[in-house]
């Protein structure tokens, strides 16, 4: 009998050695493919996506700045009113510096620049002269011009 008893209660030696398999937690997708493995001897560990490092750190705050995307834009004269609307691919705080270096260097480039020049206009701030009336993905679709 005490033979028999020592012999249930040891554990069997598993010969198969464990795997583990790490799945990123998106919902009831993980859960249900998970499920699948298990009657293996693959044992999952679970992680997530938002990390506080990643809420926290610099490059993802500089992500939301709204001029580091690209798309339709509106440029306002702070004198007279009238505007410029563009499309660009490039983020529109590149075509602001773009309008602000033709304005500077009297260059003839732009459009806007050059109604700033005409009418002896002042530029300010890409904040108080510059909309975002939509953004886009990277690419150019046309420009419009109204001044």
């Not at 990390?51 to 702070?78: A, F, M, W």
Request: aromatic share 12%; net charge positive; proline share 3%.
């Amino acid at each position: 009998m005490n033979k028999f008893n020592n012999t249930k209660n040891k554990p069997k030696q598993d010969t198969q050695r464990t795997k583990w398999a790490k799945f990123t937690y998106t919902g009831k997708e993980t859960k249900f493919i998970t499920k699948l493995f298990k009657n293996t001897n693959v044992k999952i560990a679970f992680t997530i996506d938002n990390k506080i490092e990643r809420l926290l750190s610099t490059q993802y705050s500089r992500n939301h700045n709204k001029y580091d995307k690209c798309g339709i834009y509106q440029v306002n004269c702070p004198t007279c009113n009238k505007k410029y609307i563009g499309q660009k691919g490039r983020p529109f705080h590149v075509r602001f510096q773009e309008h602000f270096r033709d304005y500077n260097y009297v260059n003839n480039k732009s459009k806007f620049a050059l109604h700033l020049l005409e009418n002896e206009h002042s530029i300010g701030p890409v904040a108080n002269i510059m909309d975002i009336a939509h953004t886009t993905n990277k690419g150019r679709i046309g420009k419009i011009l109204h001044l």
